[in-house]
């Protein structure tokens, strides 16, 4: 066991700040746990079943407390910037959720704070740390791929996801708020290659239906500085029923030595149940048949939450007390990222290449 050390405030207390809360608490280094929400029921509940030293619905007031020094914000994305400016002002390590921001404008205020207090500053994209994705980076850095001249990434996921997702912010479409991991992923597989052009197409249809300025399906080419070529893809209108609990996805790699694929539909573990499973990401939503090991971020089994979600809250915890390197995006990385999701989109509205870095 560790020396228990860290004091940690968890600002948002829903779905995902409530894993990250559960998981801090876990943890043998955290002797003091923090929690907040702008609902103060969710506070509430979130400190009940945590054990939460202290909650309140102001934030700050749990960020500036004496016990914490570390925090982390799981808000809604578009209540990103204040949070974490504050904690980086008070010189608090920060894990934020993706996206940096939803405008680069809101990511550059974060950036140009961190920078400032010359703070540590690391945005949780969950995907680096499923086991499949971090092999993948290894085997990148092992050569075994060689020249990487182009690859391939794509995730689908179910409309009533998405409609989830569009309740809590209409500005978090499916490219900025869901492709960005796999941006991340390509540009994490080709680090020092950074993006020089995307160009994109889309078809509106059932978001845009329902009242949503959203796609149904959205497919870009991103082009690397030495030319090499990513093709991304994205479709969150599946049948509300399709039997992903979350995400499905595929990533290919093609390069000089080596081709590597990575499937991830998760057909390798079906399960029917006549009583119906719920979804971990859409309350009262159920279906009888189910891909279980779609749930992105993992699943609580046998007391205890197995997958990415929780390999990287431990990580960034391990980081704090041991100095260990960690596999976190940094906001240069992040910021890179949200750029090129952005000029995704511009690309859709423009029917033509986006030059990046964007003229902003």
């Known amino acids: 066991m560790k020396r228990k050390e860290l004091g940690i405030a968890v600002i948002g207390a829903g779905r995902i700040g409530s894993l990250r809360a559960r998981l801090a608490a876990r943890h043998p280094s955290v ?57 980086l002002e008070l010189g608090k390590p920060v894990l934020m959720e993706k996206p940096l921001g939803l405008t680069l404008a809101d990511a550059d205020q974060i950036l140009a704070t961190a920078a400032k207090t010359k703070g540590d500053l690391r945005i949780g994209y969950i995907r680096r740390f499923k086991r499949c994705f971090a092999r993948a980076k290894q ?22 996801q ?12 499916p490219v900025v708020d869901v492709l960005t991991y796999f941006v991340d992923l390509m540009l994490w597989y080709n680090e020092g290659n950074p993006p020089v052009e995307v160009i994109a197409r889309a078809q509106h249809g059932i978001f845009k239906e329902a009242g949503f300025n959203v796609h149904d399906v959205t497919w870009a080419i991103m082009t690397l500085a030495d030319g090499a070529v990513i093709n991304l893809g994205i479709s969150y209108a599946l049948p509300a ?52 090991g779609s749930n992105p971020s993992g699943d609580w089994a046998l007391g205890d939450y ?12 391990d980081h ?21 999701t952005i000029g995704i989109e511009r690309s859709v509205i423009s029917g033509k290449p986006v030059r990046l870095p964007l003229e902003t």
């Not at 050569?143 to 995730?155: M, N, P, Q, Y």
């Not at 990415?308 to 809250?313: F, H, K, M, V, Y």
């Open 320 to 340: 704090l007390v041991t100095g260990a390197p960690t596999a976190h995006a940094t906001p240069a990385e992040a910021r890179l990222v949200l750029e090129t």
């Open 139 to 160: 085997q990148v850095l092992d050569g075994h791929l060689g020249k990487i001249s182009g690859g391939t990434a794509r995730v689908y996921n179910t409309r009533a």
């Open 306 to 317: 197995w997958g990415p979600l929780g390999t990287e809250t431990r990580s960034w915890l």
């Open 241 to 292: 029923n399709y039997p992903i609990l979350g995400q499905s996805d595929r990533v290919e790699l093609l390069g000089s030595h080596g081709t590597m694929i990575i499937d991830d539909d998760h057909r390798d573990h079906q399960l029917y149940s006549e009583q119906g499973m719920g979804h971990a990401y859409v309350p009262g939503h159920k279906i009888h048949f189910a891909y279980t």
């Open 31 to 87: 002797g003091f746990l923090a929690v907040s929400d702008l609902n103060p029921d969710n506070a509430r509940a979130l400190a009940e079943k945590t054990g939460a030293d202290v909650y309140s619905t102001n934030n700050y007031e749990m960020i500036s407390r004496p016990e914490v020094n570390a925090v982390i914000v799981s808000t809604p994305e578009h209540e990103h910037v204040e949070p974490v400016c504050q904690a």
């Open 162 to 173: 998405a409609f989830e997702i569009l309740k809590r912010n209409p500005e978090a479409t």
